[in-house]
C-alpha cells in the first residue's frame, strides 16, 4: 500500500487523468449498454461522470492530505 501511495505521491496529474479516462471509458460503455441516447449525448454524460469522479478522487486527497499533514490520526 505505501509502495501505491508513493507512486500517486509522485505522479499526482498522471493519476488524475488516468482516473479521469477510466471514468469516461466506463460510462461510455455502459449508456452504450443501457440507454438509446445519441453518440454526442452519451460523450457529454460520460464527460459530467469523469468530473464528478474526478472531484470526488480530489476532494478525498486534499482530506487526506490535511489529516495527514496535521497528524490528526485516529
Known sequence: ?????????EHKLS???TVWATAVGASLAYSR????LKPSL???????HAQ????A????????H???KNGNHN
Open 1 to 9: 500500500m505505501e509502495s501505491l501511495q508513493s507512486w500517486v505521491s
Open 15 to 17: 493519476s488524475i487523468g
Open 33 to 36: 449498454a443501457t440507454t438509446p
Open 42 to 48: 452519451r460523450l457529454i454524460h460520460a464527460r459530467m
Open 52 to 55: 464528478a469522479l474526478t472531484l
Open 57 to 64: 478522487v480530489l476532494s478525498g486527497a486534499a482530506v487526506y
Open 66 to 68: 490535511y489529516y495527514d
